[in-house]
């Protein structure tokens, strides 16, 4: 049976739902994914308005050819409720919920989350103290729980504010709870995402930032601008020289001499079978992609 291709998290752009404007643009942007923001981006005084706004523009049809996530407030806010029953009656691909704090919140957002439908994956923020702490709990409550989880979200705005500690110097402070966040996606086999840029007229400083984000291995980055959308697809894309040795591996393997072999010879180097299984991932996502760009 042909395996569903992976879903490309390279560029993955915040959009206020109170700004129809912003929402209507979504259907030109080459972002992988949209988050249509009910949370931080929205006035108290406006999230009725946001909602509405919102469950207009799906019962139009997809707000935009990408993946479409709706990010609510919080387990705690008053407003969760109203945005769980938003969710269930325009069924985006993803809910993206903030603040998780403990394993018990993750508890909490199982019972919640239960009725929705089955393919409305679950994506988590990953920004407070206690979530940081307790991570690997977190996640693993919300599996066990069948929760659909999907992605790990990194908000490194609000870590900065919930800890003090400072995003300049290269987010050098904050390096080591950047990687625990893309440990334990790995762990369980979810994607992560870095935080966002905020200065985006600073491109040296993004384009800084956005190198350090593959070099540790996050799937992609949450933008706040769409100018920022081309490069990061660019910069998580596969290499065309990672792409050329993937085939080469793949193709190696594929020759009935090596059916059953677990390590084999090419170029002068030895290539096991983990490294086909990379090879793998790797063309199955680079097709992801272009299938994405049609």
């Known amino acids: 049976m042909t395996q569903p291709l992976p879903m490309p998290r390279r560029s993955v752009l915040y959009v206020p739902a109170i700004n129809q404007r912003a929402i209507a643009k979504c259907a030109s942007l080459a972002c992988d994914a949209v988050v249509f923001d009910l949370e931080d981006a929205v006035a108290p005084a ?4 946001a909602r509405e706004q919102l469950a207009q523009a799906f019962a139009q049809g997809r707000p935009g050819p ?47 989350v239960a009725p929705l439908d089955a393919r409305v994956r679950l994506w988590v923020m990953v ?25 790990l979200v990194v908000g490194t705005n609000d870590i900065a504010k919930e800890t003090g500690v400072s995003t300049a110097d ?24 870095d935080g966002v840029w905020n200065d985006f007229a600073d491109q040296a400083g993004f384009a800084a930032e956005l190198a350090q984000s593959v070099r540790m291995g996050f ?25 050329r040795e993937a085939r080469a591996v793949v193709d190696a393997f594929a020759q009935p001499a090596h059916a059953q072999a677990g ?5 002068g180097r030895m290539v096991e079978r983990l490294h086909l299984a990379q090879a793998e991932r790797l063309l ?10 049609t």
């Open 219 to 243: 799937d992609g980055k949450t933008l706040i601008h769409p100018s920022q959308v081309d490069a990061v697809n660019r910069a998580f894309a596969p290499a065309e020289a990672a792409l």
């Open 66 to 112: 990408q993946c479409c996530v709706v990010r609510s407030n919080g387990l705690a806010d008053a407003d969760f409720a109203q945005d769980l029953a938003l969710v269930a009656r325009v069924r985006p691909d993803a809910l993206l919920v903030p603040k998780l704090a403990s394993v018990q919140d993750a508890e909490a957002l199982c019972a919640a």
């Open 127 to 151: 920004e407070m103290a206690g979530a940081l702490s307790v991570l690997d709990g977190i996640v693993a409550c919300l599996l066990q729980a069948g929760t659909r989880l999907d992605c």
């Open 46 to 49: 406006m999230k009725q308005a």
């Open 263 to 267: 390590v084999i010879q090419i170029d």
């Open 284 to 293: 199955a996502l680079q097709a992801a992609i272009a299938a994405r760009a």
């Open 170 to 193: 290269g987010r050098a402070y904050l390096v080591p709870w950047l990687m625990r966040c893309v440990l334990a996606a790995r762990r369980f086999g979810v994607g992560v995402l």
